[in-house]
């Protein structure tokens, strides 16, 4: 009996360092490819920015511009849905071709506000960003029930702002659905730090399901930094 408790407390340890040898190589590549994918948006961003036939061709044509809006929706759910059946490369691709047109649909920030503005409010970001996310991955408290919330209340803002495009049109309704934007997406920061770090420390490694663990990880945090900062855009952005 000693003898079979002490090899399953062995294949325990071994299990635990095995664990521990992956879960940091698997967090690392998360923030990378987050970090890249900031870089990718906002080079592109940019770029289009200062190109005035690209910014007529998807601003100036409603097509162009919801078909881009539409290509971003099937690209999260595809990559967020498709995982298990997409290899890690193309689910790779498809995560930088998702934040090359994002970068093209935000290039009109670089029209509305400016530039010390923004890069002002990245900071901001970024700081804010940073200290959730180490509050997510480090607290002990069970954040699950708090990601519920936080999604239900994602849903009401995104409906509340489709109505207020549409119907109401009002500039003090919007600023109080951005002040609501940064609490939920502050939230959401520590919800999906906590939740991509109880998912890693799961991982037997670093192979290729783990590391499309990590991509996915990597996406939800990439949409919580960048939604965070459109929300403090509009509320601390100066106008040109």
């Known amino acids: 009996m000693d003898y079979e408790e002490n090899f399953s407390n062995a294949i325990s340890r071994d299990r635990e360092l095995?664990?521990?040898?992956?879960?940091?190589v698997l967090m690392r590549k998360v923030y990378v490819w987050m970090a890249l994918a900031l870089v990718i948006t906002?080079?592109?961003?940019?770029?289009?920015?200062?190109?005035?036939?690209?910014?007529?061709?998807?601003?100036g044509n409603q097509i162009v511009f919801w078909g881009?809006?539409?290509?971003?929706?099937?690209?999260?759910?595809?990559?967020?849905?498709?995982?298990?059946?997409?290899?890690?490369?193309?689910?790779?691709?498809?995560?930088?071709?998702?934040?090359?047109?994002?970068?093209?649909?935000?290039?009109?920030i670089f029209l509305v506000y400016t530039a010390t503005s923004i890069a002002s409010v990245f900071f901001i970001t970024a700081g804010t960003f940073a200290v959730m996310a180490l509050i997510g991955y480090t607290t002990k408290t069970d954040l699950s029930s708090m990601g519920k919330i936080l999604l239900m209340a994602l849903i009401g803002m995104i409906i509340a702002s489709l109505v207020n495009v549409f119907f109401v049109k009002s500039s003090g309704f919007d600023l109080i659905i951005s002040y609501i934007g940064v609490l939920v997406?502050?939230?959401?920061?520590?919800?999906?730090?906590?939740?991509?770090?109880?998912?890693?420390?799961?991982?037997?490694?670093?192979?290729?399901?783990?590391?499309?663990?990590?991509?996915?990880?990597?996406?939800?945090?990439y949409l919580d930094f960048i939604n965070l900062f459109i929300y403090l855009l509009?509320?601390?952005?100066?106008?040109?």
């Not at 906002?42 to 601003?59: D, E, H, K, N, R």
């Not at 890690?88 to 047109?101: D, E």
Request: glycine share 8%; hydrophobic share 55%.
């Open 68 to 108: 881009l809006m539409i290509a971003e929706l099937v690209l999260v759910f595809a990559i967020s849905g498709a995982i298990n059946r997409l290899s890690l490369t193309t689910a790779t691709l498809l995560f930088v071709l998702y934040s090359v047109i994002n970068g093209v649909v935000l290039s009109s």
């Open 18 to 24: 095995e664990m521990s040898a992956a879960f940091p």
């Open 42 to 59: 906002g080079f592109t961003a940019f770029g289009v920015a200062s190109s005035p036939g690209v910014l007529s061709v998807i601003y």
């Open 234 to 240: 509009r509320i601390f952005g100066r106008r040109e």
């Open 185 to 221: 997406f502050v939230g959401l920061t520590a919800y999906d730090s906590q939740k991509i770090k109880q998912m890693l420390l799961m991982a037997p490694d670093a192979g290729e399901t783990s590391q499309k663990i990590a991509l996915l990880g990597a996406l939800s945090l």
